[in-house]
């Protein structure tokens, strides 16, 4: 089985990644979206799986009662090829809102929250937030932020190494 070794970095829209493979001492360039990654780590549907092509650093998503036994087969028998990408962490983001609590100065919001957190409030956190917006622009900068980490993560665990840090 070849491992490939890749390095990536965002393009200055930030909405690619540019992943170069090495194979045989020569280059290959391919861009892995950015956006698409962001909503591949984001779903929440358990239904779906989202797939990370290494080769051509396409992104898509099939259902898992997807009825193509040949599609199965080509993607379990080139696991070199194709990743499964994580879906949405429920217990980070619930430990990035706790950390987001504490620093909340509207002892008033901060209560709300941490009714929230602990199941005895019936508001959403967007609907909580939605009435301060400033704590909401800070809360999305924090998550997009969690999630951003959590992408590099995983990349750099599947050997897909930025050559910069830009993203």
Sequence with gaps: MKTWRMRGTIAENR???????????????????????LEAFANTDEDVVYLL???????????????????????????????????FDYDQERLLLQDFTKGVGNERLKRMLDMSLSGKSHGRLDD???????????????????????????????DIFPANESF
């Design 15 to 37: 909405n690619e990644v540019k992943v170069e493979n090495p194979s045989m001492n020569m280059m290959r360039d391919m861009e892995i979206v950015w956006d698409d990654l």
């Design 53 to 87: 092509d290494r080769y051509t650093g396409e992104i898509f998503f099939v259902p898992v009662d997807y009825h193509d036994e040949s599609f199965w087969n080509e993607i379990d028998g080139h696991p070199e090829q194709y990743l499964r990408i994580p879906g």
């Design 128 to 158: 909580i937030l939605s009435f301060y917006p400033e704590e909401l622009d800070r809360f999305l900068v924090l998550k997009e932020e969690l999630l951003a980490e959590r992408i590099r993560n995983w990349l750099e665990e599947h």
